[in-house]
């Protein structure tokens, strides 16, 4: 029955590409996509992260369901963005760190570019398992747009011309470059084997065009073949920091990505800092208010006793002045545990 599986948390999934082709347009999509599959609580805001949970998943993929099966036993996805230019492979690596799976974007009028090739390295390097958003198929030639559908109705529907044009570009721009990488890949849909050939899912951030094919695909390629990563454990937190930040009123904060585990108020956690490993007290742990609280006067945060992984989340405490971002962190359970954990991360 379903109270013997074990419980999944959900998959991190990180948003990768070079400048400008279209990822954060693409995660705004898919959050504007969401909440309006479901008025309120289509989605949960976290640091530097956003949840779509698993019902809007599955009623965004219902069109789908003959090709991808949608009965979901992740609680959802979370997406996390990263910057495009090439000054920021600081942040894509750290990225590329806490990455369950991730989305290659590419620009289909542009094809693969610089960052794009050190995205696939970074992805190769950690062996993190990707598809690609090939974005921007409102750009093809002759292509007319179906917002909001997934893209195999879209395509049925499409010229002759459109069809071949964008045959074009996914075989002639992005299946080739990739296999000149070493990776095998093809349309999603033509797919038997995904282990051994990437997906390729062409979209549109613009018209919504594919959200539904790209959450269906991610969602079923996380919870079939990472099952026992996904894996969730009632214990003491581990997670990864993104970014180091100075806050009127806070003092220095750090954004932390949550993958494993559970982090409460008042617990004791273990990082790393320029001048050696920190340990010190959460004061308080920071998410972003939902949604409709969060218009024009920018984000609010509130407050929480705890947070489970996977999350994204601010915390506060003192002695964090030069924690290292990009170090791991870990919540210990008691001072001895402390200072091992210390020494584990001296030699990080
Ligand atoms: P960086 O964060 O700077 O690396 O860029 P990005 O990859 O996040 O790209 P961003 O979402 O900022 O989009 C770049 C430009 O492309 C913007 O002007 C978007 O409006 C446009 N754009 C993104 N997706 C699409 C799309 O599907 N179709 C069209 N026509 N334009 C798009
Ligand atoms: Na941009
Ligand atoms: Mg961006």
Known sequence: TQSQQPKLRQPIVVVLGHVDHGKTSLLDKIRSTAVAAKEAGGITQHIGASIVPADVIEKL??????????????????????????????????????????????????????????????????????????????????????????????????????????????????????????????????????????????????????????????????????????????????????????????????DAIIYDGVIKEGDTIVLNGKNGPIITTVRSLLMPAPLSDMRAKGVKFVSVPEVQAAAGVRIAASGLDDALAGSSLYVATSPDEAKEIAEKLRGE
């Open 61 to 254: 993929a219902e069109p789908l369901r003959k090709l991808i099966p949608i009965k979901l036993s992740i609680p959802g996805l979370l997406f996390i963005d990263t910057p495009g230019h090439e000054l920021f492979s600081n942040l894509r690596k750290r990225g590329g760190s806490v990455a369950d799976f991730a989305i290659l974007v590419v620009d289909v009028t542009k094809g693969f570019q610089n960052q794009t090739y050190e995205s696939l390295d970074l992805l190769r390097s950690r062996k993190v398992p990707f598809l690609v958003a090939a974005n921007k198929i409102d750009r093809i030639p002759g292509w007319t747009s179906y917002p909001d559908e997934p893209f195999i109705i879209s395509y049925e529907r499409q010229s002759e011309e459109a069809k071949r044009n964008l045959e074009e570009v996914i075989y002639g721009k992005i299946v080739l470059s990739l296999s000149e990488q070493g990776f095998s890949a093809d349309l999603f849909t033509r797919i038997k084997d995904f282990t051994k050939t990437v997906a390729v899912v062409p979209v549109s951030a613009k018209t919504g065009e594919g959200i539904p094919d790209l959450l269906a695909v991610l969602a079923g390629l996380t919870q079939q073949y990472l099952k026992k990563r996904l894996q969730y454990a009632e214990g003491p937190a581990k997670g990864s920091i993104l970014e180091v930040k100075e806050i009127p009123g806070l003092g220095t904060v750090v």
